[in-house]
Every structure is written in C-alpha cells, then in structure tokens.
C-alpha cells in the first residue's frame, strides 16, 4: 500500500511561481517512477510530468519550459516547480505512481492561477 500527500497549491496571480510537493509512505520510494497529473473542471485528467527511478523526466508540450520535475529519495518526496504560470494552468493536481499493477493517486491540491 502506498500513501501520497501533496501540499504546496494555492492562489497565485499569472507569470508567477508555485512549488508543489508528494510525499510518499508505505513502500519503497525510490525504485519507481513517479508523476503529476491535473484535471481542469470540465477537462480530463491529463499528464503534467513524470520523472523515472533514473530521474528522466518527461513533460507535456503545454508545460514544457515551464515546469520542472524532481525528487528527493531521502525524503521519499517528488517536486513540481511551476514557473511562469498561466491561466490555463488552473486545475487540481494530483501525484501518481503505479506500484505492482496497482495505481495510487494522492488527494490532489489545488492551483489557481488568477489576477
């Protein structure tokens, strides 16, 4: 069983800057890639970044630039810093990491972007 909690989301006006933490418990932290997701009301929940156990990354073409994924295994924590913020960039994020055939997701956090 794995545990994710992510904080860091908020209000912040467009052009700004937010980082957004997943903390992970219950298993092992570091063998496996990890994700963030986001959901838009009305939209499906899309793909933000994913950052393997080798620390590739990878990013959709709509935060490429922009947002920078990472991770801490002593902290069995993944980061997603989010520059330059965009209206568009409103949603819940959610971290995800799939473990054995089985997904977890955290309970997401909110970001809104709003001047």
């Known amino acids: 069983q794995v545990q994710l909690v992510e904080s860091g989301g908020g209000l912040v006006q467009p052009g700004g800057s937010l980082r957004l933490s997943c903390a992970a418990s219950?298993?092992?932290?570091?063998?496996?890639?990890m994700a963030w997701y986001r959901q838009a009301p009305g939209k499906q929940r899309e793909l933000v970044a994913r950052i393997t156990a080798a620390n590739r990354e990878n990013y959709a073409d709509s935060v490429k630039g922009r947002f920078a994924v990472s991770r801490d295994n002593a902290k069995n924590t993944v980061y997603l810093q989010m520059n330059s913020l965009k209206l568009e960039d409103t949603a819940v994020y959610y971290c995800y990491t799939g473990r054995n055939g089985r997904d977890y997701w955290g309970q997401g956090t909110q970001v809104t972007v709003s001047s």
């Open positions: 219950g298993s092992m932290f570091s063998p496996y890639a």
